[in-house]
């Protein structure tokens, strides 16, 4: 039998009827797809004692949610193929003797190059790319929300990729290189590049978890006869483990597009990217009649503000973070408060449970810019500390590869192994315990790093400015650049602890129509970083570096202490998607769809997979 085919948005809302006179209701679909029901009655709701004592289990992830995992790898293959290249593109001339596309002589110690704009610039360039991809996100995970849809966006960045890939190809033409007119259409895709992964970026993880149908906690039996409860935080995690590691692969695609401007030149490093490109259109056109889309209902970021200031004038700055401040924006609240004329509330009570959240996971957002310094390096100073250790033939911007490696090979280590191991044995390992092992196992790295300087300087030739243009001797301390490998490693891993239920807390905790806005937030500390690393260049040099090392390192074994004991008790809270009740006036009495923060008749989503029960009858079932 053929499977009926989705309808449209459209046909959604003619199938509602007339919102005036039909109310809203969660019987239009099964209720485990409905996170608005999570307080209501639904068939397999688990009991507080089943809660207590069963086994969780993730639920089924849909084939479309592996595609769109696809889609990651093709964006960030693209993206980090083009990432490490732009150092060496900007700084260095183009070598002599060279095949005049970029590449040096076969056995010389040159390094590919075009621009010669030397370091200043090159900083600057590769910079301002990397922020400029990770704090334009803010901007446009909200224009998802308010305005265009999440997957009408990264349709758009996708086709802004495109452009910026054919430029930069464009850019590596030998002509172009030789006569030194490649600044233009090589900085021209560069920003436009920046500019298309901030489109793409904060709307493709939600658009993933979307795709996710286990939204409520539900009582099953398995086929052995075991009753276990369906958790939606386990299938969260297991489905962002996979889209971190198809990020991580995609990233290794960096190895190949630097050897390629060694050995053969920037026409090949740059055709690498557009090659890896060239699926995502085909992918998105495929996924576009498959995928459940949520419109967009007008973004929730003015009600939060309101609800902030009702908070703040009723209660005051001092009482901010103690017991009871957000309530007082609850029109339960303001009603039983005789206060119902004063404060015109436009939300219900549990979209001020969201917001609650949503400040929550920005307060945990905030401390991850310590995590990214530790794991990686304050600004260039692991790069710095790599010229100071013996190489013996090894360059020494491929160790840093060790950072994907290990997550490459540790996730499936997590995802099919560690996680349900902890779930048979009934042990919850929250995202806030797991986010508190990564912020401990990146300090932990930081602690490497600042062990293997310490030594570097002991035994350079040259002292503490080994890292300089040392001529002493090797000009290198007698230490092995492999030992580097073990805080890259540790760093790498540590963002599979922080990372992704960091993905999970930006969808869960977001009020509906912020979810962009809010994975945007969380991308956003990743320019924080990059600006702190910025800020400090002037002291991140010899004779510093070990202090570059150490003193991130010692913040963040004080800041994992802090965060821990400052959150933890989310750990005890059920995980839920956020929810708006489904009160029939509350949805109904709206001010247009700019107000919306829930599904109704205004911004229901369509394309909605049919009930697996309806599946297994056309004999066909979601994959596990």
């Excluded at 933890?568 to 029939?584: A, F, P, W």
Aim: contains cysteine; aromatic residues 12%.
């Amino acid at each position: 039998m053929a499977e009926k085919p989705p309808s449209s948005g459209a046909d959604s809302v003619k199938a509602a009827g007339d919102p005036e006179k039909q109310p809203y209701s969660s019987d239009r679909h099964p209720p485990y797809l409905d996170p608005s029901v999570m307080e209501e009655d639904y068939e397999g709701k688990p009991t507080e004692e089943e809660l207590a004592v069963l086994r969780r289990v993730p639920g089924s992830i849909p084939i479309i949610a592996y595609l769109i995992c696809a889609v990651e790898f093709c964006e960030r293959a693209s993206y980090y193929g083009v990432q490490p290249l732009i150092s060496n593109f900007v700084n260095r001339p183009l070598p002599k003797g060279g095949n005049g596309w970029g590449a040096p002589p076969v056995g010389d110690q040159q390094t590919a190059g075009a621009l010669g704009m030397g370091t200043v610039v090159a900083n600057a360039v590769t910079q301002s790319f990397s922020m400029l991809a990770y704090a334009l996100p803010l901007l446009f995970g909200w224009l998802a929300d308010a305005k265009t849809g999440r997957f009408k966006l990264i349709c758009w960045g996708v086709g802004v990729f495109g452009v910026a890939h054919v430029l930069m190809v464009a850019a590596g033409a030998k002509d172009l290189l030789a006569n030194g007119t490649a600044k233009a259409p090589y900085f021209l895709s560069v920003y436009i590049l920046s500019i298309g992964a901030a489109m793409f970026k904060p709307n493709v993880s939600p658009l993933l978890l979307d795709q996710v149908t286990t939204t409520v906690p539900k009582v099953i039996t398995l086929k052995s006869g075991e009753r276990v409860i369906e958790d939606p935080e386990a299938t969260t995690e297991r489905v962002m483990l996979w889209f971190y590691l198809m990020i991580n692969i995609g990233g290794f695609m960096g190895v190949a597009t630097s050897y390629s401007e060694k050995y053969v030149g920037w026409w090949l490093a740059f055709l690498i990217p557009l090659i890896l490109y060239l699926p995502l259109p085909l992918l998105l056109w495929f996924l576009h009649k498959r995928v459940i889309l949520h419109p967009p209902g007008g973004s929730d970021l003015p009600n939060v503000f309101r609800v902030l200031g009702v908070c703040l004038r009723r209660g005051g700055i001092m009482r901010i973070g103690r017991h009871g401040f957000w309530n007082l924006a609850k029109p339960s609240n303001i009603a039983a408060a005789g206060l119902s004329e004063t404060y015109k509330t436009r939300w219900n009570d549990e979209f001020v449970d969201d917001v609650r959240r949503t400040f929550q996971a920005t307060g945990i957002f905030c401390f991850f810019p310590i995590q990214y310094i530790n794991d990686n390096g304050l600004g260039s100073a692991a790069s710095f500390l790599s010229t100071m250790l013996e190489t013996n033939g090894v360059p020494n911007d491929v160790i840093q590869n060790f950072n994907s490696l290990s997550i490459i090979a540790f996730s499936p280590i997590l995802n099919l192994g560690l996680y349900p191991v902890l779930r048979r044995l009934k042990i919850h390992y929250g995202p806030v315990a797991r986010m508190a092992t990564g912020l401990a196992m990146s300090t932990l790295g930081g602690v490497g790093y600042t062990v293997l300087n310490h030594f570097a300087y002991q035994q350079s030739p040259c002292g503490e400015y080994g890292s300089s243009d040392c001529t002493i001797g090797t000009g290198v301390a007698p230490i092995s650049i492999w030992f580097m490998a073990i805080p890259y490693a540790i760093g790498g891993i540590s963002e599979l602890f922080v990372n992704v239920p960091a993905y999970g807390i930006a969808y869960s905790r977001a009020p509906v129509n912020m979810r962009g806005l809010v994975s945007a937030i969380n991308l956003f500390n990743t320019a924080v970083a990059y600006a702190i690393g910025l800020a400090c260049s002037s002291v991140i040099t010899d004779p510093y570096l070990t202090w570059d090392f150490g003193g991130p390192a010692i913040a963040g074994g004080v800041l994992t202490v802090i965060f821990y004991f400052t959150f933890r008790h989310i750990d005890q809270e059920e995980y839920v998607l956020s929810k708006n009740g489904n009160d029939t006036d509350y949805h109904l009495n709206m001010e247009g769809t700019k107000n919306v923060v829930g599904e109704n008749q205004l911004n229901k989503s369509f394309n909605r997979p049919a009930p697996i029960a309806d599946n297994e009858e056309m004999m066909i079932s979601q994959k596990q």
